[in-house]
């Protein structure tokens, strides 16, 4: 029986086999298909939910994690609320690290579902709302005090395999199901770069031919090789410019593209009001980038990106006018 006919144990079982949507408005005129993958449907409202539920189950199956032990991990908040679900379900205290530069709502929302919450002070030359690699080191450094501090178990995004596996083992072969394998390209903005990773391996493993990009804020594009002019982009869930992200596979990477705030904060709004998808910046870049493709180098093919998290989570910013 399919998931949506019969009652889930936890809102665990909830999490991931999210609808496929096919932005068909935005197409009209161009050759080829965008399909988007609705990941502000999982219960945390975003992708993160995914890899919260893999590194915890992983960790617990190798006796990482003991029972009762502190979860710590740093969070632009996506990955923290996941936690806070994971860990509340399971019965593990949770304590998301952040830097006060993310949105206010994120906060809140972890804390409603029973996270400690710790805001780290942005670094003196940051924006507000603007969360630059520097910043995300202070967020670091708070993070790995606490471990200390606590005895907690470190869920750390950006290293363990759990990041990627969950991608690896679950939205990767969603698509591909369900799109019957016509994907003949993806684009993914990265943070840990762990949906790429994931996602990109298990493409690739199907058919080697499927290409697979990056994407980086413009200003910001450390991994396609370009200097570092904007480290204060808005896209916030990634583009930290950081010089290594040892999940990411460089044999998987056909290319690196680049979205302005202006394109993906535009697509971002374009995407509610006519594809009727309520979701945030990251997912307005790819989906930006993702239009590039077929004006450009996929031409007429099936493109497939992921809507990172809900546009709810950006209501105090100026996404939504
Ligand atoms: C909204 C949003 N978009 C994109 C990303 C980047 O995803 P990944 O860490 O898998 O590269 C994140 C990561 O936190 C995110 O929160």
Redesign the pocket.
Known sequence: MSRSQRVLPSALDAIGDTPLVELSRFTRGLQGRILAKLEYLNPGY?K?DRIALQIIEDAEADGRLRSGQTVVELT?G??GTGLAIVCGVKGYPFVAVMSRGNTVERARMMAALGAEVVLVDQLPSSVPGQVSGGDLDLVEREAQRLVKEREAFRADQFRLQGNVRAHYLHTGPEILRQSGRTVRAYCD????????AGCAAAFKEDDPSIRCYLVEPAGAAVLAGEALTDPNHRI???GYAMPDHPLIRREHIDGYLQVSDEEAIRVARRLAREEGLFA?F?SGANVAAALHLLQTTCAGATVAVLL??SGLKYLSTDLWP
């Not at 903005?189 to 790429?196: A, E, M, N, P, R």
């Open positions: 975003s993160k632009s996506n990955t903005f990265v943070g840990t770069g762990g949906s790429f916030q869930g990634g945030g990251s990172c998290d």
